[in-house]
């Protein structure tokens, strides 16, 4: 090269830029100490960590963790509330006709008791009437029980059987006594018992006897008491 043509080189190098000269270099393929190389691996590394994730790449299995449905309970029949079944009915009515049977019996029988061994005429005053409305009462209560299917007893049941027993031991005013006083107890306890049945009873007919009887009953616990107070 000549004079010339050297000094035109170092010319040019010289009014060039720092950056001009690094992309000469790099145009070149020269090394450049102000620039970073990667070797071939590093290269392919460095592309395969920056390359974008594939859309067709395979992905794992997605687990549904969801909790499965359970199978619906089946529905339990309703249980009526208050419903009464037609043979506790007829249990109720049986009861009742029952009862009041033994309780017209019962006051039958101390009373015809009471005509025999008391000589207190306000005690055999009070049996009659005793004996009259209570036959009344049995004579009433008898068709509604047969057209119920009802067979009433003639006995005064195991209840009353005491009453009935410890009469049949005494005399005078002893007698009249314990006489007085189980009319007072027996019906005080039919006069609960008709009380009870016009409320809860089912049967009409029965619902009409004990509508119809419970006045009386409850004038013959009056009496009663009234005789139980005053001594006879």
Same mark, same amino acid.
């Given at each position: 090269?000549?004079?010339?043509?050297?000094?035109?080189?170092?010319?040019?190098?010289?009014?060039?830029?720092?950056?001009?000269?690094?992309?000469?270099? #790099?145009?070149?393929?020269?090394?450049?100490?102000?620039?970073?190389?990667?070797?071939?691996?590093?290269?392919?590394?460095?592309?395969?960590?920056?390359?974008?994730?594939?859309? !067709?790449?395979?992905?794992?299995?997605?687990?549904?963790?969801?909790?499965?449905?359970?199978?619906?309970?089946?529905?339990?029949?309703?249980?009526?509330?208050?419903?009464?079944?037609?043979?506790?009915?007829?249990?109720?009515?049986?009861?009742?006709?029952?009862?009041?049977?033994?309780?017209?019996?019962?006051?039958?029988?101390? !009373?015809?008791?009471?005509?025999?061994?008391?000589?207190?005429?306000?005690?055999?005053?009070?049996?009659?009437?005793?004996? +009259?409305?209570?036959?009344?009462?049995?004579? +009433?209560?008898?068709?509604?029980?047969?057209?119920?299917?009802?067979?009433?007893?003639?006995?005064?049941?195991?209840?009353? +059987?005491?009453?009935?027993?410890?009469?049949?031991?005494?005399?005078?005013?002893?007698?009249? +006594?314990?006489?007085?006083?189980?009319?007072?107890?027996?019906?005080? #306890?039919?006069?609960?018992?008709?009380?009870?049945?016009?409320?809860?009873?089912?049967?009409?007919?029965?619902?009409?006897?004990?509508?119809?009887?419970?006045?009386?009953?409850?004038?013959?616990?009056?009496?009663?008491?009234?005789?139980?107070?005053?001594?006879?």
């Amino acid at each position: 090269m000549s004079i010339f043509q050297k000094h035109k080189v170092r010319k040019i190098a010289g009014s060039l830029s720092l950056v001009g000269i690094g992309a000469l270099f #790099g145009v070149m393929g020269l090394p450049h100490s102000g620039l970073k190389t990667h070797s071939p691996l590093e290269a392919d590394s460095l592309a395969l960590a920056q390359a974008p994730t594939s859309p !067709s790449s395979p992905r794992a299995p997605q687990v549904n963790t969801s909790p499965r449905p359970r199978p619906a309970t089946p529905a339990r029949p309703a249980t009526p509330g208050s419903r009464v079944s037609p043979a506790a009915t007829r249990d109720i009515d049986t009861k009742f006709a029952i009862k009041a049977a033994q309780s017209d019996q019962t006051e039958i029988q101390t !009373s015809q008791l009471a005509l025999q061994k008391s000589t207190n005429p306000n005690v055999r005053q009070y049996a009659e009437r005793m004996i +009259r409305d209570h036959t009344t009462s049995s004579q +009433r209560l008898m068709p509604i029980a047969m057209q119920k299917g009802i067979t009433l007893p003639k006995d005064v049941g195991p209840l009353n +059987r005491p009453l009935l027993d410890e009469l049949s031991q005494l005399s005078g005013s002893e007698f009249d +006594r314990a006489y007085i006083v189980g009319q007072v107890r027996g019906h005080a #306890g039919t006069q609960a018992e008709y009380q009870t049945y016009q409320r809860a009873g089912r049967d009409a007919n029965l619902k009409a006897f004990a509508k119809q009887f419970l006045p009386i009953v409850s004038d013959h616990l009056e009496m009663a008491q009234n005789m139980a107070a005053k001594g006879f």
